[in-house]
């Protein structure tokens, strides 16, 4: 079946740190996001790529970083991880078009910071 | 500026009966999509469900309807026939007008409780 695969499941690191998180999609589609839900909150959306151009929202911190080096996958790479950096991450995947909208979630990375 | 609203935190619901989850929203863009999706614990988004703004009729999923009142800016998501494993939470989302990439405002989700 087609999907968005996330590794890992749950990842710990140390204050400090740096730790990459890994996104796959086998749907083929143009459009990669990187969303951080903190507890009981809802999802903020960090970044996307449309195909290779990298679109960062204006309040995402410098800490977080991300790489796509093919079409399948997106890597977020959090260079130096705080307290609060501790949340659900959550890839999604779109084709980018008005007609098929809807995004495709992955089951999401949960990172703790010790 | 909020763009999603939903104003319950918390619903229960009987097993078998009907439930709404209200959601309002805006925008000054007359192109716009509205969303739904489904978290369960597990943490995965489950997409439930799209109207688009210039769609003329209330979209329709299985169970799930969506209830538009575009005067009112209002997209309720109408859960019929309800089940156990309805329990979840249910996120609202808007797709920012004008972005190429269909950018999803989410808010801050209604917490279903489907008891037996």
């Known amino acids: 079946d087609a999907m968005v695969i996330q590794n890992p499941r749950y990842q710990v690191t140390q204050f400090g740190k740096p730790v990459t998180l890994s996104c796959s999609q086998t749907?083929?589609?143009?459009?990669m996001y990187w969303y951080q839900q903190k507890s009981s909150q809802a999802p903020k959306l960090l970044f996307h790529y449309y195909d290779k151009d990298f679109n960062n929202e204006a309040d995402t911190p410098d800490n977080f970083q991300s790489r796509r080096p093919n079409t399948s996958f997106c890597f977020l790479d959090i260079r130096s991880p705080g307290l609060g950096d501790a949340a659900m991450y959550l890839c999604a995947t779109s084709r980018g078009t008005q007609d098929l909208p809807e995004q495709f979630f992955g089951p999401g990375t949960r990172l703790t910071v010790l | 500026a909020q763009k999603i609203t939903q104003t319950q935190p918390g619903m229960f619901v009987q097993e078998k009966e009907a439930v709404t989850l209200d959601c309002t929203y805006d925008?000054?863009?007359?192109?716009?999509?509205l969303f739904w999706y489904k978290q369960p614990s597990s943490g995965e988004m489950i997409f439930l469900i799209y109207q688009g703004s210039y769609d003329q009729q209330n979209a329709t999923e299985g169970r799930y309807s969506l209830n538009f009142q575009k005067a009112r800016k209002s997209a309720n998501l109408v859960i019929s026939a309800s089940q156990l494993g309805d329990s979840a939470m249910y996120f609202c989302a808007m797709r920012e007008p004008g972005t190429g990439a269909n950018n999803l405002f989410f808010g801050t989700g209604t917490r279903l409780t489907v008891i037996p």
């Open positions: 749907l083929n589609h143009n459009v």
């Open positions: 925008t000054s863009d007359p192109s716009y999509g």
